[in-house]
């Protein structure tokens, strides 16, 4: 767990030390002690050792006891999903 908001991560290691998921990016949404971060990662295919294509995930933490624990997590698994979201947004609070 972290104790700071800069600290957190989604980077990935199996039992082995490789990478399975890796951070690309990282956006602070709010802070607090509810935190949402949006992540831009890649994850490994174990077959391959290839990463794939970018994805998004947008996490909650809480603090508690002094540490960030992760609430809850969405993720958009595409481009097009992510581009998909982003219209409607730009649609909805455009002014």
């Given at each position: 767990m972290a104790e700071n908001i800069e600290d957190i991560t989604i980077n990935y290691e199996d039992e082995?030390?490789?990478l399975i998921v890796k951070?690309?990016?990282?956006?602070?949404?709010?802070?607090g002690s509810w935190t949402t971060i949006m992540f831009l990662y890649q994850e490994m295919d174990k077959k391959t050792?290839?990463?794939?294509p970018p994805k998004v995930s947008i996490r909650r933490y809480r603090k508690l006891r002094g540490e960030f624990r992760q609430q809850s997590k969405f993720n958009i698994s595409n481009k097009k999903q992510a581009l998909a979201i982003s219209g409607i947004l730009n649609k909805w609070f455009s002014d």
């Open positions: 082995t030390g490789r951070e690309l990016d990282k956006e602070i949404l709010t802070r050792g290839d990463y794939g």
